[in-house]
């Protein structure tokens, strides 16, 4: 592929991991209807939220409260310790990005065994590549070529708390590399790298009377990638991951011996400081600067503090929606940062399944809105999913995404 088509995909990568940086330097916003300002949140290496398998892809992203799975791991661990079987392996492979470029990909590799009747532990391998990009210094010089790539590597601890409530950890290192130490702005580059952790606690009862027909319930809630923040350059400022919360219910109705039919949703919210509208100067609408040489914060809060202030002020934050009295509403703009899943499940004989869901995000906020739809199969111990997403507004980067998962979980 040419440099032309290549170069745009590596800024864009760039400024994804220095969006914060760019955002505050201009002060500016996009406003895309009265009183919505485009104001999503900012975070370093992204590639960790991606929904790594194709059950959960197909359930519009949704899986803090679905049954237990071999790939439980990404959201919520703790439901390791209800999955039937001694351990299990499932790997699967995500085309990524395609109506942009055709070399990213994401491979996610999972496992985890059964220590006893209550405990279990897992691990996970998310590898991430950007595909080949030509280097360039400022004169258009070619610097070689290089494969931008991040990979995170986890492990996880769950056990039954009681017969229906378990509590999970999970520990994580983070490694991206985007730049392969090349120099930016003059400045050698270096790979940013983050120690995270997640506590995920998970409730399931099967024991459900519900008129003529039993099911079961369930509930979760995860925290994830409670880490460090990170940078690509010594000068730089360092920026939050995607620290992330997610909570969610799941319902199940066995139609008969033979048929199941299982609901569920969920919301997520980053758990990272919004950020702020920067005051102006009215005539040359340039951002105004303190003595210090910083912007000065017209509405909102400095994203610029430790993580545990972050998270916390990630729940109030935000510098508001204007209304239509010309007043602000902070609530209303956190609210519209939650973002929603839904999906519906259907097995047959608990060895087909038909899947469909729905992910919603605000205009604001990023804008991703779209309906997923999968198959799974399972012989025995062998397990196959697939799942494929339909954006709703066309000319989506994220349409036609495929995702394949192969398991295997052993009796």
């Known amino acids: 592929m040419t ?13 994804l991991a ?12 996009q406003i895309i209807s009265t009183g919505q300002r485009l104001n999503a949140i900012q975070s370093t290496v992204p590639f960790v939220t991606i929904t790594p398998d194709s059950r959960a892809g197909a359930l519009g992203d949704a899986g803090v409260a679905t049954s ?22 499932a790997l699967s492979y995500t085309p990524w990005l395609r109506k942009l470029i055709q070399d990213i990909n994401l491979a996610y590799l999972s496992g985890f065994v059964r220590i006893d009747d209550k405990q279990a ?7 991430f590549s950007l595909g080949e990009i030509i280097m360039t210094d400022i004169y258009g010089v070619n610097q070689g070529q ?15 708390l009681t017969d229906h409530f378990s509590g999970g950890i999970a520990f994580r290192f983070i490694r991206s590399d985007l730049t392969a130490g090349n120099y930016v702005n003059g400045e050698k580059s270096e790979p940013g790298m983050a120690v995270a952790g997640d506590l995920a606690f998970y409730y399931m009862n099967n024991e459900l009377i519900m008129g003529k027909k039993d099911g079961g319930m369930a509930f979760g809630v995860n925290i ?16 939050f991951i995607p ?15 033979y048929n199941s039919m299982t609901f569920t949703g969920e919301m997520s919210k980053l758990l990272v400081p919004t ?47 204007i209304l239509k009295n010309g007043n602000r509403s902070v609530l209303l703009e956190e609210l519209h940062e939650i973002m929603y899943s839904t999906g519906i499940e259907y097995w047959y004989r608990e060895q087909f399944a038909i899947r469909g869901g729905y992910f919603h995000e605000h205009a604001t906020k990023g804008n991703r809105k779209y309906f997923t739809v999968g198959i799974g199969l399972k012989l025995n111990v062998f397990g196959l999913d697939f799942s494929y997403l339909v954006p709703v507004k066309q000319n989506n980067p994220l349409a036609n995404t495929l995702r394949f998962t192969l398991s295997f979980l052993f009796k």
């Open 3 to 15: 440099l032309l088509k290549r170069l745009p995909m590596f800024l864009m990568c760039l400024l």
């Open 18 to 29: 220095a969006g914060h940086i760019s955002f505050a330097q201009n002060g500016k916003s």
């Open 68 to 89: 237990p799975d071999i790939n439980s791991q990404h959201y919520n661990p703790a439901k390791y310790a209800f999955v039937k079987g001694s351990g299990g392996v």
């Open 121 to 127: 532990v897992s691990a996970t391998l998310r590898y």
């Open 146 to 160: 290089i494969i931008p790539n991040e990979f995170a590597v986890d492990a996880a601890y769950s056990r039954l």
């Open 224 to 239: 994830s990638n409670m880490g460090n923040k990170i940078s690509y350059l010594r000068t730089q400022k360092k920026a």
């Open 243 to 257: 620290i992330n919360m997610r909570l969610g219910g799941a319902l199940t109705v066995n139609l008969d011996d």
């Open 275 to 321: 950020p702020p509208e920067y005051k102006t100067d009215d005539s040359t609408h340039q951002t105004i600067m303190d003595e210090h040489g910083n912007p000065v914060i017209a509405h909102g809060m400095d994203p610029d503090v430790p993580v545990p202030l972050g998270m916390l002020h990630s729940f109030y934050d935000a510098p508001g929606i």
